[in-house]
């Protein structure tokens, strides 16, 4: 009796340790963003490197209330997913927008051949999933991204260095690997999203006087024949050795404030239906420059996982007690 009362308690005690395990596993960031914090010195040059963060794409703009209200804690949002996540917005050329970045309304565009209805903001679409709309989707954003990223196994690797060279930030992609996704059917795109940009005066501003993740360049590197298909919001954008596995950079101006510069393994444009949005994205990884909004995220979860440990302890011993 003994000895099945301490087998019991041994597998008890094992589940619990594989619970813990796994809790783990799954809060561990998915990839290896970096973020250097603007109000520090740019000790370049840098190397990200990852695959596996997931796009979450907002359509904002600046006369909208709500979007206003909300805008201030995307980016502690973001800071506290880790490298899970990167969140870029689109601000629509209206005719009433502040901004209207034409790089902007292009993927805007791209976004309307898979969701032709997405127009209402806040809208936020993660991975080309669902739509959600409104300050109250966040829940059901949240699940897309959990959904993600159960669904993402074998994400392409990506990697790119960034550098000041004389009056300019470059950025250049390293051996690309599409670990077979989209093969002749994809490309690798550059996204510049600036942070802090002031509202001009004399639109309609219901929030603060700037806004984050302002989406103000794209730079499109099609893999199947190795050319330029859209730039626009780079200082410039080249395509070296006829490869843009190897060879594709863009220009930043070395101005730029705060800014966030993403690359992504997609499909082209020509290949997105409303039919299909399983997998239109196949990897992202982010650098960013900016303010850090959310500092000892991981001493955070440190701080729940010793609270689940003390838990299961405390669990254990109780139910010895009244055993």
């Known amino acids: 009796m003994a000895k099945d009362f301490l087998t019991q308690r041994a597998l008890s005690f094992s589940h619990y340790l594989i619970t ?12 290896s963003a970096m973020v250097i914090d603007a109000s520090k010195n740019w000790d370049g040059p840098y190397e990200a490197i990852g695959g596996r963060t997931l796009l979450v794409e907002e359509l904002s703009a600046t006369w909208c209330q709500s979007c206003s209200e909300i805008d201030p804690y995307l980016m502690e949002v973001a800071d506290s997913h880790g490298s899970r996540i990167s969140i870029i917005t ?17 993927r805007i565009d791209r976004l309307k051949i898979t969701h032709p209805e997405i127009g209402s903001t806040p809208s936020f679409v993660v991975d080309g999933g669902e739509i959600r709309v409104g300050p109250e989707s966040w829940p059901d954003v949240q699940k897309d991204i959990l959904t993600k990223e159960v669904n993402n196994p074998r994400p392409s690797k990506l990697k790119f260095n960034i550098q000041k060279v004389n009056d300019t930030i470059e950025a250049s992609v390293s051996n690309f690997q599409n670990q077979g996704n989209g093969n002749n059917i994809s490309q690798l795109t550059f996204i510049l ?3 802090s940009v002031t509202v001009p005066e004399g639109f309609d501003n219901p929030g603060q006087e700037t806004r984050d993740r302002v989406v103000t360049g794209i730079a499109e590197c099609n893999l199947q024949n190795n050319t330029i298909q859209y730039s626009n919001g780079f200082e410039d954008v080249k395509v070296l050795d006829n490869s843009c596995k190897s060879g594709f950079s863009v220009t930043l101006d070395k101005n730029l404030s705060e800014f966030s510069l993403l690359l992504i393994h997609e499909r082209v444009m020509e290949n997105l239906s409303v039919q299909d949005t399983s997998q239109n994205t196949y990897g ?31 669990w254990l011993s109780y139910e010895k007690i009244n055993k």
């Open 20 to 31: 813990i395990l796994v809790f783990v596993i799954l809060s561990i960031p998915s990839s």
């Open 284 to 314: 992202v990884i982010e650098f960013s420059y900016r303010d850090v909004e959310v500092e000892g995220s991981w001493n955070n979860l440190i701080v729940i996982l010793v609270g689940f440990t003390i838990i299961g302890f405390l």
């Open 90 to 106: 689109y601000h629509p050329s209206d005719d009433v927008d502040a901004f209207q970045p034409e790089a902007s309304q292009y």
């Open 193 to 195: 999203a600036q942070h």
